[in-house]
């Protein structure tokens, strides 16, 4: 099965963790769309919702998937469920 929509990555430019996270992503063929939370305040307010805590990356799988951090076993099996 292909990806049919892309993962959401909520991050800032001076976070490390989400260029490793997108880095990941890119190694894995995996489709995002980045989102720069200090750059939009409603990006912010909608990872905030997502994920109940203010940290970065926080990563939406889709369907109530959301995976903060670089935590890639965590990470592996969303993705199981995207593509």
Same mark, same amino acid.
């Given at each position: 099965?292909?990806?049919?929509?892309?993962?959401?990555? /909520?991050?800032?430019?001076?976070?490390? /963790?989400?260029?490793?996270?997108?880095?990941?992503?890119?190694?894995? %063929?995996?489709?995002?769309? /980045?989102?720069?939370?200090? *750059?939009?305040?409603?990006?912010?307010?909608? *990872?905030?919702?997502? *994920?109940?805590?203010?940290?970065?990356?926080?990563?939406?799988? %889709?369907?109530?998937?959301?995976?903060?951090?670089?935590?890639?076993?965590?990470?592996?099996?969303?993705?199981?469920?995207?593509?």
């Amino acid at each position: 099965m292909t990806q049919t929509k892309p993962v959401i990555v /909520y991050g800032a430019e001076w976070c490390a /963790y989400c260029h490793v996270a997108m880095q990941y992503f890119d190694k894995k %063929g995996v489709q995002y769309e /980045y989102r720069d939370v200090d *750059s939009n305040r409603e990006w912010l307010n909608e *990872s905030i919702e997502k *994920s109940g805590q203010t940290g970065i990356p926080v990563l939406d799988f %889709g369907n109530g998937k959301v995976v903060v951090g670089f935590d890639r076993p965590r990470i592996d099996a969303a993705l199981d469920g995207v593509k």
